[in-house]
């Protein structure tokens, strides 16, 4: 028996029914076409799926879609301001942080979720943030010099 899911994604209300069994990522991906949240190892492993549930990085492919009733979820298509990339997107760019792209959306999700909370994070604090988070095209350093360049781009923003 289908249940009523009311969940916010990217500032819009969403009103519809799902089974008890579905997960948070095949409703982004399957119901409301959002495909930039990824969906690969299904087991928290290559964070490939993650998104923000209230603030939170959490690993959509783990959290039933039901669990979101009511809360407030960022993905990827909620980042950018019409044209105008989020400085952690165009920092990505600028560093050569990705290659086939599949990861990215993640990573990007993990970092915001991190610089929201600590705006001026170390580069081990990345490094542990970024933990569980798998690329297999790309250095993982220039995914931490983007972050750090995110985090002084954003830290620019506010002055």
């Known amino acids: 028996m289908k249940r009523e899911l ?11 029914y799902v089974d008890p069994g579905m997960l948070l990522v095949e409703v982004l991906r399957d119901r409301l076409g959002l495909t930039g949240t990824k969906r690969g190892c299904n087991s928290m492993s290559c964070g490939v799926c993650t998104v923000i549930l209230d603030g939170k990085a959490v690993k959509s492919c783990t ?3 039901l669990q979101a ?60 943030t970024m933990n569980g988070h798998l690329c297999r095209c790309t250095g993982y350093n220039m995914i931490i010099e983007a972050i750090l360049d995110a985090a002084n781009r954003l830290q620019e923003e506010v002055k």
């Open 69 to 128: 009733n009511g809360k407030n979820v960022t993905t990827i298509e909620g980042m950018a301001n019409g044209s105008k990339l989020h400085p952690i997107q165009q920092s990505f760019i600028d560093h050569w942080a990705f290659q086939c792209g599949f990861c990215t959306s993640g990573q990007i999700m993990a970092a915001k979720a991190l610089l929201d909370e600590n705006p001026n994070p170390t580069r081990e604090e990345i490094k542990h």
């Open 6 to 16: 009311k969940i916010t994604v990217n500032g819009d209300l969403y009103e519809l």
């Open 63 to 65: 959290i039933l879609a």
